[in-house]
């Protein structure tokens, strides 16, 4: 019998979970982390899910008609999605993107064909950082174009099919652990991921901890804001409140320096052959904090967000070019 697919978009979820065994054995904490591998999505993140789930929905409801643009507000990986699904089902794709974000995500939109309207930075944003003032500036544009241009504006970030998208995820990710999972952490980007998964995950167990990860000196859930900080951590930490965040999913907050981002993401590659950014790093960062603390002995899933081949031009994996001289 033949087995294949007729669209791209019919390879988006599945994904495996796997145990990271070989970490525990490094770092030496007690329990087990539970990697959801959404980097194995084809446009090798998780907002694959969401930019499927997102466009699918407008069309059932009436919201998206043959023809009509679609655009998008994104720090990039998103914007991939969505450009991938557009190239996909026929629609032209115009996505908004703050230059504060790394250039491979805005290469991979041109070759999947999305057209790019670049935002520049807020006067004291650093390059490579988006602050919560960029991310506004790029709000700003993405309304206009959309009032200008009759396209559908996604606007991730107030979209409750975002959160909804995520929830098969989540299921996926229970039965995958055969239902052993105690805790849960995720950095929260636009609070999709957080609330599809931690929804999900306490229908199955109410007694599950959910932990939202934020950086460092940018944590607005935790109440840690340090006026002018920035971090590295790209795709979330925009230090507002969120519309897609319901607090009541929420049972503690972890903060993660960049330091401390960077240096899972690169163990993550080195000992288990994960090949992730930053945010995954991050969620990384989160779950071996509290396992080495008061989670000891429990089980935790967090989620590979997305693939370090988006991160290439940043000094994300630089500490290994000293082997190269």
């Known amino acids: 019998m033949p087995n294949f697919i007729t669209s791209i978009t019919e390879a988006i979820g599945n994904t495996p979970l796997q145990r990271l065994d070989m970490l525990k054995k490094h770092l030496g904490f007690e329990?087990?982390?539970?990697?959801?591998?959404?980097?194995?999505?084809?446009?090798?993140?998780?907002?694959?899910?969401?930019?499927?789930?997102?466009?699918?929905?407008?069309?059932?409801?009436?919201?998206?008609k043959p023809g009509q643009i679609v655009?998008?507000?994104?720090?990039?990986?998103?914007?991939?999605?969505?450009?991938?699904?557009?190239?996909?089902?026929?629609?032209?794709?115009?996505?908004?993107?703050?230059?504060?974000?790394?250039?491979?995500?805005?290469?991979?939109?041109?070759?999947?064909?999305?057209e790019i309207v670049f935002v520049d930075q807020a006067p004291n944003?650093?390059?490579?950082?988006?602050?919560?003032?960029?991310?506004?500036?790029v709000e700003i544009e993405a309304a206009r174009l959309a009032k200008e241009t009759g396209a559908l504006f996604l606007n991730q970030f107030k979209n409750f099919d975002n959160a909804l998208a995520q929830e098969p995820a989540a299921k996926e990710m229970w039965e995958q652990s055969g239902g052993q999972l105690h805790a849960f952490a995720d950095f929260i980007g636009t609070g999709g991921t957080f609330t599809g998964y931690a929804r999900t995950l306490k229908a199955f167990n109410p007694h599950i901890r959910c932990y939202a990860v934020e950086p460092h000196g940018s944590a607005y859930y935790k109440g840690e804001l340090i006026e002018g900080s920035s971090h590295k951590i790209q795709g979330g930490g925009y230090a507002k409140s969120l519309e897609l965040i319901d607090r009541r999913l929420i049972d503690d907050c972890i903060t993660v320096t960049d330091a401390e981002a960077e240096e899972m993401t690169?163990?993550?590659?080195?000992?288990?052959?994960?090949?992730?950014?930053?945010?995954?790093?991050?969620?990384?960062?989160?779950?071996?904090?509290?396992?080495?603390?008061?989670?000891?002995?429990?089980?935790?899933g967090i989620v590979i967000n997305d693939c370090g081949l988006k991160y290439m031009s940043t000094n994300l994996f630089d500490v290994m070019e000293e082997n190269y001289e």
């Open 266 to 300: 690169r163990l993550l590659a080195k000992k288990e052959g994960i090949f992730a950014g930053f945010s995954s790093g991050a969620n990384l960062a989160a779950a071996v904090k509290q396992l080495k603390n008061c989670d000891a002995g429990k089980n935790f």
């Open 125 to 137: 944003s650093v390059p490579g950082k988006v602050s919560k003032e960029d991310i506004k500036l």
């Open 71 to 114: 655009l998008e507000m994104t720090s990039g990986n998103t914007g991939t999605g969505v450009a991938m699904v557009c190239s996909a089902k026929g629609y032209r794709f115009i996505c908004v993107l703050s230059k504060g974000n790394s250039l491979e995500r805005a290469r991979m939109i041109e070759a999947f064909g999305g």
């Open 31 to 64: 329990g087990n982390i539970f990697a959801k591998l959404e980097h194995m999505n084809p446009s090798f993140s998780k907002k694959d899910r969401i930019a499927i789930g997102m466009i699918n929905l407008a069309e059932c409801k009436g919201l998206l």
